[in-house]
């Protein structure tokens, strides 16, 4: 095409554009490929920013604030980026790019459909030799040539097809139709992802919950920052109830160095068992930890932080017997307690971390393991209730805080770290939204995009003219050429080895060659 005729046709398409309606043309804009990607990166650089700076309703947002200089608490506030995601500009983006995915799939869709409902079983001399893959090859013509093509396509995975035309003879193969569908499967997952993230945010709310194990209780605490660029920020917190009663069984923090501190650093894992009691559906058992959240009739549990001040899970006790000098270990679990073979009873009443004396009575310098010690109620076999103190560190004789007690000399011998509480955050999403979005529309998306990308509609034509003694094979793939293209060359040399006679071939690289068989 010369440059006059391009430059032509050129100003003939903005000629016609220019004289479509104003609504149709605005349509035609909304429904643009290039419009949706420009939304989407618009839409990923806000969910970029939402997870950077952090939001008014996560926990610690009010130090966060703190840290933050004047200048950047004016312009984060000033944007709304301190709640990216209900801000109307966010909502909107998801919106108009819904919209977006919505008319560009009406657009297209007739086209692709015609893919699969109406094959193209038979194409032109002139159209298949526009193809990017095609071979010419000269050779004898025969009954039985068109049933031998079919078997090689088929031999190669390919639904083949043979369609009679007078002197013509078309053979037509495919692969992967439902592959042109892929489209719109995404298109389906984004718009899943869009509305359950939307009908999470809309109708539900996050909340904390603190838990030491042995509390028991049927409110979480909703946490509201209210930030106002001239007086400052502003928390609210108040009581929720819920439909039902939680108690905390158990909590244990899996360390990297057991000997080391229990700061983040030094973690592999939470875990806090809970048990609930609901009225209307009995007692259920569960286990959060850092990635498996628990989901209870529109609640999801998560693991959100802890409260760092040192404790114990698992206690190994060393008691000394006055009586004769004996040892005896024993294990004693936060909360528990355990029998010696006297009839003695042990139980566990407290932890400190750095124990110290204020005022008479004990208490924890820190919440660093720097003096630990337990604790004891301890009931004798005739029924006298005492208190017994086991440090982990060694006593001089004579302390009176570390005396015997009911006739046996306390000592902690070891113990299983763990902090005094964890914090659980509690999404509540009474619809299921974000279930809806991150299964169905996430996971949808994800495997939508694999069989969009790692297989392909691949379609193969062979032209039989018997009047010329002449096969023309093209073939068409929509994705993967680099593979296609080896796959092309299997198929076309296999059907070059069943003719006969000298044979000469033209191919789509411009060579010439001859071809002898036999």
Known sequence: MSPETTKT???????????????????????????????LCLLVVLSFLGMVIMQKNVQGFDTYFASLTPAERWLFGTLGLFDVYHSWYYNFLLLILS????????????????????????ATRAWLLKQRYKEILKTVSNDSLAEAIKAIFEENGLK????????????????GKWNRMGAYIVH????????GHFVSLQT????????IPGQTTNQIQLIEFNLDLEKGLSVERYNVDLPFTITCTDIEQKLIDPKGSIDINNTIDWRTQIRIDDPEYGTTIADIQLNKPFSYRGYRFFQASAITVGNARKMTLELTSQKDGSVTEVLLERNGFTSLPDGTVIEYDSFYPDFVLSNGQPDTRSGEYNNPAVRLNVLTPEGERKIAYAFFNRLPDGIPIGAPVAGYKFRLKDFEKVPLAHVLSIKYDPYHGAFIAWYFGGFGLLASLAFVFFFSHQRFWALIEKSKDEIIIAADTNRNHVSFEEKFKKIASKIKEITKGENYVTSDFGEKRNHFDG
């Open 9 to 39: 046709a050129t100003k003939t398409a903005i000629s016609l554009a220019k004289g479509k309606p104003l609504w149709e043309r605005a349509l035609d804009f909304l429904s643009s490929v290039r419009f949706g990607i420009f939304l």
């Open 99 to 122: 919209l977006n995915i919505i008319l560009a799939s009406i657009d297209r869709f007739p086209k692709a459909w015609s893919y699969i409902v109406k094959p193209k079983l038979e």
């Open 160 to 175: 083949a097809k043979i369609t009679e035309r007078g002197p013509r003879t078309y053979v037509f193969a495919e692969k």
């Open 188 to 195: 389906l997952a984004l718009l899943i992802l869009f509305l």
């Open 204 to 211: 539900g709310f996050d909340a904390d919950v603190r838990l």
